[in-house]
């Protein structure tokens, strides 16, 4: 079975401050994890995605995740926050396949001037 | 090149009556997939198409059912509507192999009187 848990449904954090979302998994086999962006009334936009090459994983607009397995942690971070980064963020898992995804509840974040 | 599109965008429903919406995937994709999105909650996966039969499904029960065309397109049907099933519900493209990504479209938001 693979479930996700997302700490934190809202995040608040200024310009130009660290962002950090943090994601929990679980799951009975090696798994695939990967974080969507969601702007409001749109439909969710792939971040970075992590499928078992390196564990510090890069993506789009200076997004990063590590991947820790001894920790089942793949929390995001971005050094420096950008207004147009106030979004909601998934976490999800998947298995090897990518037959079925399984989100987490998602983190509002919002990004004060 | 289009992106996945879905239709309607928006559309009301009363209790107990049946609805089909609509997903065309991203050029060149064969798989779909349908997820619900409550109010405040991540995606759930509903189930996914590939080659016109459902490859997998997630928990929900039989009153959810689709379909997919030889133009890879698809539908989602609910029938008997509950006020349970108001939510945006969005459909993902993909290719069938292992390692390509998922493309959201925007999503329908049904609302259930």
């Known amino acids: 079975a693979q479930s996700v848990t997302q700490l934190g449904s809202h995040v608040s954090v200024s310009e130009g401050a660290l962002v950090l979302l943090r994601c929990n998994y679980s799951?009975?086999?090696?798994?695939?994890l990967f974080w969507y962006v969601q702007y409001p009334n749109q439909g969710l936009q792939l971040l970075l995605k992590?499928?078992?090459?390196?564990?510090l994983v890069k993506g789009i607009n200076g997004f990063e995740a590590e991947f820790k397995k001894s920790e089942t942690s793949f929390h995001l971070t971005k050094p420096s926050a950008h207004m147009s980064d106030a979004a909601e963020y998934f976490c999800?898992?998947?298995?090897?396949?990518?037959?079925?995804?399984?989100f987490g509840s998602g983190t509002k974040l919002n990004v004060k001037p | 090149d289009a992106g996945v599109t879905q239709s309607p965008t928006h559309l009301i429903k009363t209790r107990g009556q049946q609805v089909t919406l609509r997903c065309s995937p991203k050029?060149?994709?064969?798989?779909v997939s349908w997820y619900q999105q409550a109010l405040g909650q991540g995606p759930q996966f509903i189930f996914q198409?590939?080659?016109?039969?459902?490859?997998q499904r997630g928990n929900f029960p039989d009153r959810f059912s689709g379909h997919q065309f030889p133009n890879y397109s698809s539908e989602l049907n609910v029938n008997a509507l509950l006020l349970g099933d108001s939510a945006l519900y969005l459909c993902?493209?993909?290719?069938?192999?292992?390692?390509?990504?998922?493309?959201f479209g925007p999503g329908t938001r049904l609302t259930v009187t």
């Open positions: 993902a493209s993909s290719l069938a192999d292992r390692t390509t990504k998922q493309y």
């Open positions: 799951s009975s086999v090696p798994p695939y």
């Open positions: 992590y499928t078992s090459a390196a564990t």
């Open positions: 999800a898992v998947s298995a090897a396949n990518f037959n079925k995804f399984y």
């Open positions: 050029s060149g994709h064969d798989t």
């Open positions: 198409y590939y080659e016109e039969e459902e490859r």
